[in-house]
Structures are given as structure tokens and as C-alpha cells.
């Protein structure tokens, strides 16, 4: 199963709060879980990324947090401000393979 | 002094067309990609080239064919084209030994009417 589930689909919040952007997996070969941030009109960029040995990876105001047995990760973007508007996508990596497996995106709005 | 460049930005067409989409990149990468996105968002690889040889393809109707004349540049051509080519296309580059660290191109959005 290469699937990666997403979730939700679009998400809305004030200034200030923790928007959280959740992903599921199935296949334990994935080794690698990036998350990418496009604008309107712009190319994903990579934002933050997690291996499955580490819990929790935090750059900045945006923060991974892993879930090995449960084949969860997430996104959780502290202090939010309305230039975090944009699409976030979570995406999976095989073990020596460079063909990612991204999730369906989340389209976040933060007002100010 | 863009990273990852591609031309057109966009591209109007007809059916049955042929067009070409490039891309550029001046990272110093030696690993470039191509990637669908549809209409709704969703992100595919098509293709990835190391060294100027395909090392990823992706089910892709052969209509598509990647072309690379340098490590420094992946071209697009899309014969024949179809209604559901439409799309944006990215382009993406990376080291070959830190290939999870893909920098992409601003997309192309080709539309077939």
C-alpha cells in the first residue's frame, strides 16, 4: 500500500493559533516524511522533514511530530501569521528510493 | 539567480499538438525530475533523470518523452496532446546522494482545450 492519507482537506484559523495537518501511512518501508509548503502559483518547497528513528523534529515555528506505531505524522505551525497561508503537503519515501508519495494537501488560511 | 527555471510559464494549446516544456536548473544538481499536478493538487512523478540517463519512470503514456542534453537541464515533449493533459508541471532537481531534497521549478500550467 503506497498510499498517503491526508487530512483535513482545509483548514482555517486566527493569527496566532497551531494549525495541525495530519498524515497516515500504511507501509512500513517508508523511511522518510517531508513536508512541503506551495503558494499560489509557486512550486512545493520543502519545508521540514522527519526520519521514523526521531519523535519530534522542530525548525523554527514549525514542528514534526512522528508516530512509529501508529504510522502517523504531523504538522503543527506555532504562533501562525497570515503569510503561512498557503497548501501543505506531507509526502513518504521507500528506503533508498527518490519517488515521493505525497499526500492530497491541505489548503490552510490564517486570518488576520 | 533562480534556482530551478522553467519555460513556458504557461501554455495554451489544442488537441493533437505537440509541445515542449523546459527546464533549468543551476544548483549544480545532477538529478532532475518532472511532476504532474492536477487540478485538484494532487502530485505525481513522471520522470527523474541522474546524470542524463532516466532512472524513474513513472506509468506515463508515451506521449510524454524527457529529454536531457546536460545534467543542467530536462526537457518536457508531449505529443498528441489531450484534454486530460492539462495540468501543472513541475520540474525538480536534486543531488543524486540527497535526493529526498527536491527543489522545484514555479510549475508550468499547460491547458488542451
Known amino acids: ?107 490552510l488560511i490564517v486570518h488576520p | 539567480d533562480t534556482a530551478v527555471s522553467q519555460t513556458p510559464k504557461y501554455l495554451v494549446t489544442q488537441m493533437g499538438n505537440d509541445k515542449s516544456i523546459k527546464c533549468e536548473q543551476n544548483l549544480g544538481h545532477d538529478t532532475m525530475y518532472w511532476y504532474k499536478q492536477d487540478s485538484k493538487k494532487f502530485l505525481k512523478i513522471m520522470f527523474s533523470y541522474n546524470n542524463k540517463e532516466l532512472i524513474i519512470n513513472e ?19 508531449i505529443n498528441s496532446l489531450e484534454l486530460g493533459d492539462s495540468a501543472v508541471y513541475f520540474c525538480a532537481s536534486s543531488h543524486s546522494a540527497r535526493g529526498h531534497e527536491q527543489y522545484f521549478g514555479p510549475g508550468t500550467r499547460l491547458t488542451v482545450t
Not at chain 1, 482537506?9 to 498524515?23: E, T, Y
Not at chain 1, 507501509?27 to 512550486?43: L, M, S
Not at chain 2, 506515463?60 to 530536462?74: C, E, G, I, T, Y
Request: a positive charge; glycine letters at 8%.
Open chain 1, 1 to 107: 500500500q503506497q498510499q498517503v492519507k491526508q487530512s483535513p482537506q482545509s483548514l482555517i484559523v486566527q493569527k496566532g493559533g497551531i494549525p495541525i495537518i495530519n498524515c497516515a501511512y500504511e507501509n512500513t518501508a517508508f523511511d522518510y516524511f517531508p513536508w512541503y509548503q506551495q503558494f499560489p502559483g509557486k512550486g512545493p518547497a520543502l519545508l521540514i522533514a522527519i526520519r521514523p528513528d526521531v519523535s519530534e523534529k522542530k525548525e523554527g515555528r514549525f514542528t514534526i511530530s512522528f508516530n512509529k506505531s501508529a504510522k502517523q505524522f504531523s504538522l503543527h505551525i506555532m504562533d501562525s501569521q497570515p503569510g503561512d497561508s498557503a497548501t501543505y503537503f506531507c509526502a513518504a519515501f521507500f528506503g533508498g528510493s527518490y519517488i515521493p508519495t505525497f499526500g492530497r494537501g491541505t489548503s
Open chain 2, 59 to 77: 506509468t506515463v503514456p508515451n506521449r510524454f518523452s524527457p529529454k536531457s542534453p546536460d545534467k543542467a537541464h530536462l526537457n518536457l515533449h
